[in-house]
């Protein structure tokens, strides 16, 4: 992609990806929801300024060795369709910052809104989780926030994905986390030993075989074992809800994602009384359930 060369200064650049972005019809929710945003945030990213703080910058003039950087950049964004994290090597987490890469998917997680305030009221006291279970780890970012909000826990993270738990290790390690978060390779519950745990959450594959097939190309970058759910997106879901019980304390809490599928939980298990949790999803994305009422829900 060539730009013109009467671009200058970092408003220029803006203003020109922007417009570029919208003409390719680009497609968002990676970090960001619309062009304007991720174009300023890649822009910054890209001249080491603060990512908070456009507005002193906007007049400033780019070097050339900048404006080739920056048209490098744009060129993969639009022409290969990479998410802009992929670009970045970054992803965040309100104000938690994460390595990322393709070898795992982007966070973006309801869950995460859910943690700061240590899930309250459905846990209750946080200094009374002693352990806890991430499924479906990643990159291992709802493990860390895990740890922050349950400072006395100690934490089993679990991914199917050799490659994912690489990425994790060097999140956790970053964090200083290492003594307090175990990673575990197993598929779901499959090669954990038997233990309880006070509270287990998991973001799992939800996306129905319909919706793989229609995804925008930015999501096919990410690996499809991260996101495909099956036929109704539940597929990852029965598994969890049918193995709980057995690693759960008695009155230890489930903790699930499931997307846009409560519909489908509810026709799939009719008699399972699922809390729904508030969260910024304008569908009731995530749901709580306490050991008890899995087994009497059966």
Same mark, same amino acid.
């Given at each position: 992609?060539?730009?013109?060369?009467?671009?200058?200064?970092?408003?220029?650049?803006?203003?020109?990806? =922007?417009?570029?972005?919208?003409?390719?019809?680009?497609?968002?929710?990676?970090?960001?929801?619309?062009?304007?945003?991720?174009?300023?945030?890649?822009?910054?990213?890209?001249?080491?300024?603060?990512?908070?703080?456009?507005?002193?910058?906007?007049?400033?003039?780019?070097?050339?060795?900048?404006?080739?950087?920056?048209?490098?950049?744009?060129?993969?964004?639009?022409?290969?369709?990479?998410?802009?994290?992929?670009?970045?090597?970054?992803?965040?987490?309100?104000?938690?910052?994460?390595?990322?890469?393709?070898?795992?998917?982007?966070?973006?997680?309801?869950?995460?809104?859910?943690?700061?305030?240590?899930?309250?009221?459905?846990?209750? !006291?946080?200094?009374?989780?002693?352990?806890?279970?991430?499924?479906?780890?990643?990159?291992?970012?709802?493990?860390?926030?895990?740890?922050?909000?349950?400072?006395?826990?100690?934490?089993?993270?679990?991914?199917?994905?050799?490659?994912?738990?690489? =990425?994790?290790?060097?999140?956790?390690?970053?964090?200083?986390?290492?003594?307090? $978060?175990?990673?575990?390779?197993?598929?779901?519950?499959?090669?954990?030993?038997?233990?309880?745990?006070?509270?287990?959450?998991?973001?799992?594959?939800? =996306?129905?075989?319909?919706?793989?097939?229609?995804?925008?190309?930015?999501?096919?970058?990410?690996?499809?074992?991260?996101?495909?759910?099956?036929?109704?997106?539940?597929?990852?879901?029965?598994?969890?809800?049918? !193995?709980?019980?057995?690693?759960?304390?008695?009155?230890?809490?489930?903790? =699930?994602?499931?997307?846009?599928?409560?519909?489908?939980?509810?026709?799939?298990?009719?008699?399972?009384?699922?809390?729904?949790?508030?969260?910024?999803?304008?569908?009731?994305?995530?749901?709580?359930?306490?050991?008890?009422?899995? $087994?009497?829900?059966?």
């Amino acid at each position: 992609m060539n730009a013109p060369a009467e671009l200058e200064s970092l408003r220029d650049w803006l203003r020109w990806a =922007v417009t570029r972005f919208g003409e390719a019809r680009l497609a968002f929710g990676h970090g960001t929801t619309n062009a304007y945003d991720e174009a300023a945030y890649l822009v910054l990213h890209a001249l080491h300024l603060p990512l908070d703080r456009l507005e002193p910058f906007l007049d400033a003039r780019l070097t050339h060795a900048e404006r080739g950087e920056l048209a490098a950049l744009f060129t993969r964004r639009i022409d290969e369709r990479v998410p802009a994290a992929y670009l970045t090597r970054e992803a965040f987490l309100g104000e938690f910052r994460f390595y990322v890469d393709e070898r795992v998917i982007i966070p973006r997680s309801y869950i995460a809104e859910l943690l700061p305030d240590g899930l309250m009221p459905f846990v209750g !006291d946080a200094h009374a989780v002693q352990s806890a279970l991430d499924l479906c780890t990643g990159s291992g970012c709802l493990a860390i926030l895990l740890a922050h909000a349950f400072a006395e826990a100690d934490i089993d993270a679990v991914d199917l994905s050799a490659d994912a738990l690489t =990425v994790a290790q060097r999140n956790v390690s970053d964090y200083g986390l290492a003594g307090r $978060i175990n990673l575990i390779r197993s598929d779901l519950f499959a090669n954990l030993p038997e233990k309880s745990y006070d509270l287990i959450i998991s973001n799992p594959p939800y =996306v129905t075989a319909t919706a793989m097939d229609e995804l925008p190309a930015e999501y096919r970058h990410e690996p499809a074992m991260a996101l495909a759910g099956g036929d109704d997106g539940l597929d990852a879901v029965r598994t969890i809800l049918r !193995d709980a019980p057995r690693y759960l304390a008695p009155g230890g809490m489930l903790v =699930v994602e499931i997307g846009h599928n409560r519909a489908a939980a509810e026709e799939a298990f009719p008699r399972l009384a699922f809390t729904w949790l508030a969260t910024s999803s304008p569908e009731e994305a995530v749901f709580a359930v306490r050991r008890e009422e899995i $087994i009497a829900g059966r």
